[in-house]
């Protein structure tokens, strides 16, 4: 029960107040001028204001609302260090139980915990306090360590009136490193290096230490950088798509947790434009299928060079007024040949155009990472046949002089269903087969891949490694059937744009290959092997656990595929006989992992304009929490070792009672009795 005095004017409060003072200035000018009845006159004045303000006793039945109190608990990863989230949960068991003690005062409760963008506290809060009427928010306490990364301008100017107290977890004073990522480009050419900027931060020493780099789970490359410097780092761009840099940095002498001690950066692979160089032997069919392969694909820069003097033409014209601009021999073969990402020959015979030393400087330019091809025509069974100059040493297949003629479709071979060069490309149960082809250079094999061969048996294309670099045969010269739609033609674009990109060293057609991805929270893994069955698989996780999984086969031969349910964020290893490789669950470098030190700074502006306060408790289940104290809206909200909750004395009313404290008839004869007074001290 409540009583007050409420006013109900029966004129505009305005009016009333103008109307009294005119009548009290008239009073106060009567006493100036010692005019009898001026006292009376004024009281009379009094009276009719207080008469038109129409005060009345309310007596109401309150019920009063409890206040409501906010408690956020982070539960996130960096949390998890030391005794974080023993504290926080100390914390809230301490302000639940005093919560539950005061009748007068509700708790909601809620958690926050990882995003791919970090630790979200004032997402969770926002939607927690739309369902809490403002008036009777009595404060909100954080138990964190204080990594929050959606602070806004707009959060540090909340829309409502209570303390905002932060519970601070974890030890303030305790050292640890970490490794942080300054600047990464997200492309970069193939085979050139690629430049990004790391810093290793260090709160308990200063000096150098040790960063390992790997590329694809490689093996480690050693620096030293300097602790607190900003430091530029290049790593070469190793192939197309996503090259995984891994840079660690050693433990330094404190840590809270070695896993901000490392970090990856993906950089996307691309190749600039792929210059190859085209030799066409002699005129043929086949020249312009090539020449329009090549120049079908707007990354290629095609230098193309046809030696026009058929074999059969014996006119005597010296060879170097043939064509139409000189043959730059030794600018392709000795000055530039490097500038090339692969070099065919198409038909080519010898015709004294290019010493051997020319021959000689291709072969090296193969062993040292270069691309060869080889179309080979008639002229490669003859004594005119690049295999007789010192290229032999890495054509993959030696030609026995024999020319085989007749039709023939190709076929893969066993291997050649297997090998991601041939694989999938023939036809199905029900499509049509392969266009034929007419003739072949019958050939042995050196040491390389027999991919596709002839119906009896020979071969037909052979890849094989020749030191760093990689060649490549085609032991027929009719192809070019399959470009044209012969008989229905065949793969040819297909074909042999993964025998240029397999020569060129591409990951994605090495017959030997592991590779991951994350799709739909699942870990999924291809291995690629020509042998009949898939090494054991080892999976590291980023938490520190290591598992095995055998690996399925599928439909498509040489392929073996697993599934792994992703665990946490972060690199995860895999390893499958001498293969590694690496794969990011969520993002490379979590915003929860970037610093993991507890601080009170983020959170600082807004504890401030609210008048809330800060209290570190450490670590561990024993930490000394604050106690709770029900403020007044106008008094301080926090202590040294105590927080406020505001009262804010909201009610419900249930019922009232309304007594006027000015009966009219009495007022009338006040009224009159002053006024009479008045005349009557004037009449004397």
Same mark, same amino acid.
């Given at each position: 029960?409540? *009583?007050?005095?409420?006013?109900?004017?029966?004129?505009?409060?305005?009016?009333?107040?103008?109307? *009294?003072?005119?009548?009290?200035?008239?009073?106060?000018?009567?006493?100036?001028?010692?005019?009898?009845?001026?006292?009376?006159?004024?009281?009379?004045?009094?009276?009719?204001?207080?008469?038109?303000?129409?005060?009345?006793?309310?007596?109401?039945?309150?019920?009063?609302?409890?206040?409501?109190?906010?408690?956020?608990?982070?539960?996130?990863? /960096?949390?998890?260090?030391?005794?974080?989230?023993?504290?926080?949960?100390?914390?809230?068991?301490?302000?639940?139980?005093?919560?539950?003690?005061?009748?007068?005062? %509700?708790? !909601?409760?809620?958690?926050? =915990?990882?995003?791919?963008?970090?630790?979200?506290?004032?997402?969770?809060?926002?939607?927690?306090?739309?369902?809490?009427?403002?008036?009777?928010?009595?404060?909100?306490?954080?138990?964190?360590?204080?990594?929050?990364?959606?602070?806004?301008?707009?959060?540090?100017?909340?829309?409502?009136?209570?303390?905002?107290?932060?519970?601070?977890?974890?030890?303030?004073?305790?050292?640890?490193?970490?490794?942080?990522?300054?600047?990464?480009?997200?492309?970069?050419?193939?085979?050139?290096?690629?430049?990004?900027?790391?810093?290793?931060?260090?709160?308990?020493?200063?000096?150098?230490?040790?960063?390992?780099?790997?590329?694809?789970?490689?093996?480690?490359?050693?620096?030293?950088?300097?602790?607190?410097?900003?430091?530029?780092?290049?790593?070469?761009?190793?192939?197309?798509?996503?090259?995984?840099?891994?840079?660690?940095?050693?433990?330094?002498?404190?840590?809270?947790?070695?896993?901000?001690?490392?970090?990856? !950066?993906?950089?996307?692979?691309?190749?600039?434009?792929?210059?190859?160089?085209?030799?066409?032997?002699?005129?043929?069919?086949?020249?312009?299928?090539?020449?329009?392969?090549?120049?079908?694909?707007?990354?290629? %820069?095609?230098?193309?060079?046809?030696?026009?003097?058929?074999?059969?033409?014996?006119?005597?014209?010296?060879?170097?007024?043939?064509?139409?601009?000189?043959?730059?021999? +030794?600018?392709?073969?000795?000055?530039?040949?490097?500038?090339?990402?692969?070099?065919?020959?198409?038909?080519?015979?010898?015709?004294?155009?290019?010493?051997?030393?020319?021959? %000689?400087?291709?072969?090296?330019? !193969?062993?040292?990472?270069?691309?060869? &091809?080889?179309?080979?025509?008639?002229?490669?069974?003859?004594?005119? /046949?690049?295999?007789?100059?010192?290229?032999?040493?890495?054509?993959?297949?030696?030609?026995? =002089?024999?020319?085989?003629?007749?039709?023939?479709?190709?076929?893969?071979?066993?291997?050649?269903?297997?090998?991601?060069?041939?694989?999938?490309?023939?036809?199905?149960?029900?499509?049509?087969?392969?266009?034929?082809?007419?003739? +072949?250079? %019958?050939?042995?094999?050196?040491?390389?891949?027999?991919?596709?061969? /002839?119906?009896?048996? =020979?071969?037909?294309?052979?890849?094989?490694?020749?030191?760093?670099?990689?060649?490549?045969?085609?032991?027929?010269?009719?192809?070019?059937?399959?470009?044209?739609?012969?008989?229905?033609?065949?793969?040819?674009?297909?074909?042999?744009?993964?025998?240029?990109?397999?020569?060129?060293?591409?990951?994605?057609?090495?017959?030997?290959?592991?590779?991951?991805?994350?799709?739909?929270?699942?870990?999924?893994?291809?291995?690629?092997?020509?042998?009949?069955?898939?090494?054991?698989?080892?999976?590291?996780?980023?938490?520190?656990?290591?598992?095995? !999984?055998?690996?399925?086969?599928?439909?498509?031969?040489?392929?073996?595929?697993?599934?792994?349910?992703?665990?946490?964020?972060?690199?995860?290893?895999? +390893?499958?006989?001498?293969?590694?490789?690496?794969?990011? &669950?969520?993002?490379?470098?979590?915003?929860?992992?970037?610093?993991?030190?507890?601080?009170? /700074?983020?959170?600082?502006?807004?504890?401030?304009?609210?008048?809330?306060?800060?209290?570190?408790?450490?670590?561990?289940?024993?930490?000394?929490?604050?106690?709770?104290?029900?403020?007044?809206?106008?008094?301080?909200?926090?202590?040294?070792? $105590?927080?406020?909750?505001? #009262?804010?004395?909201?009610?419900?009313?249930? =019922?009232?009672?309304?007594?006027?404290?000015?009966?009219?008839?009495?007022?009338?004869?006040?009224?009159?009795?002053?006024?009479?007074?008045? $005349?009557?001290?004037?009449? #004397?």
């Amino acid at each position: 029960m409540a *009583t007050t005095i409420d006013l109900a004017p029966l004129i505009p409060m305005g009016l009333i107040i103008g109307l *009294t003072l005119l009548a009290l200035v008239a009073s106060a000018v009567g006493a100036v001028l010692r005019l009898n009845g001026w006292l009376w006159r004024g009281l009379a004045a009094l009276v009719i204001a207080g008469a038109l303000l129409n005060p009345s006793l309310v007596r109401e039945e309150r019920d009063p609302l409890s206040d409501i109190a906010v408690l956020v608990t982070d539960t996130s990863q /960096s949390m998890q260090i030391g005794g974080r989230a023993d504290a926080a949960r100390a914390t809230a068991e301490a302000i639940r139980d005093q919560a539950e003690r005061d009748s007068t005062l %509700d708790l !909601v409760e809620v958690e926050i =915990g990882d995003t791919a963008d970090g630790t979200m506290l004032f997402e969770t809060l926002n939607s927690t306090l739309a369902g809490v009427p403002r008036d009777r928010l009595a404060g909100i306490v954080v138990a964190s360590d204080g990594q929050i990364h959606d602070l806004t301008d707009d959060a540090e100017t909340p829309d409502y009136d209570a303390p905002f107290h932060h519970v601070l977890t974890g030890d303030e004073s305790a050292g640890d490193r970490r490794l942080v990522i300054v600047e990464a480009p997200r492309y970069g050419l193939v085979d050139d290096p690629a430049t990004f900027i790391i810093r290793v931060e260090d709160s308990a020493m200063s000096g150098t230490a040790t960063v390992n780099f790997r590329l694809d789970g490689g093996d480690p490359q050693p620096a030293r950088v300097t602790i607190g410097e900003d430091t530029p780092v290049e790593t070469v761009i190793a192939h197309r798509g996503a090259n995984v840099i891994e840079i660690e940095v050693e433990p330094g002498p404190e840590e809270l947790s070695l896993i901000n001690n490392r970090a990856a !950066v993906s950089v996307t692979g691309v190749r600039d434009r792929l210059r190859v160089l085209l030799v066409t032997g002699e005129p043929h069919n086949g020249a312009r299928a090539w020449r329009d392969l090549l120049k079908s694909d707007p990354s290629v %820069d095609l230098v193309h060079f046809t030696i026009l003097r058929p074999p059969e033409k014996q006119d005597g014209t010296p060879i170097d007024e043939l064509a139409l601009i000189a043959f730059p021999t +030794r600018e392709l073969f000795a000055e530039r040949l490097n500038e090339f990402d692969l070099v065919i020959f198409d038909r080519y015979r010898r015709r004294g155009i290019m010493p051997l030393l020319y021959f %000689d400087y291709v072969a090296r330019y !193969v062993e040292q990472g270069g691309a060869l &091809l080889i179309t080979a025509g008639p002229p490669f069974a003859s004594g005119v /046949s690049l295999q007789r100059t010192p290229l032999a040493a890495v054509i993959p297949a030696r030609p026995t =002089g024999i020319i085989a003629t007749g039709g023939f479709a190709p076929r893969a071979t066993e291997l050649g269903e297997r090998h991601p060069v041939t694989a999938g490309l023939e036809p199905g149960e029900g499509d049509e087969p392969w266009g034929r082809w007419f003739r +072949r250079v %019958d050939a042995t094999p050196v040491g390389g891949e027999t991919l596709l061969e /002839s119906s009896d048996g =020979g071969p037909l294309l052979v890849l094989s490694r020749a030191g760093e670099g990689r060649a490549a045969i085609v032991l027929s010269d009719q192809s070019w059937l399959w470009a044209r739609g012969f008989e229905g033609g065949g793969p040819y674009g297909e074909l042999f744009r993964r025998v240029a990109h397999w020569l060129m060293q591409e990951p994605e057609l090495d017959e030997e290959r592991l590779s991951a991805s994350v799709a739909d929270g699942q870990l999924q893994i291809v291995r690629r092997t020509l042998a009949e069955a898939a090494p054991p698989l080892e999976i590291d996780w980023p938490s520190g656990r290591s598992d095995v !999984v055998t690996l399925t086969p599928t439909e498509t031969a040489g392929r073996f595929t697993a599934t792994a349910e992703a665990e946490q964020s972060g690199l995860v290893r895999l +390893r499958s006989g001498d293969l590694t490789t690496v794969a990011a &669950l969520g993002p490379l470098n979590p915003r929860e992992y970037a610093d993991l030190s507890p601080t009170r /700074s983020v959170l600082g502006r807004l504890i401030e304009i609210s008048d809330g306060g800060v209290f570190a408790v450490g670590d561990g289940a024993g930490a000394n929490t604050p106690d709770i104290r029900r403020t007044r809206a106008d008094a301080d909200q926090s202590g040294r070792s $105590w927080m406020g909750l505001r #009262r804010n004395e909201r009610y419900i009313v249930r =019922g009232a009672d309304r007594t006027p404290l000015a009966p009219g008839l009495l007022i009338v004869l006040l009224i009159l009795t002053l006024i009479g007074l008045g $005349w009557r001290r004037e009449g #004397r």
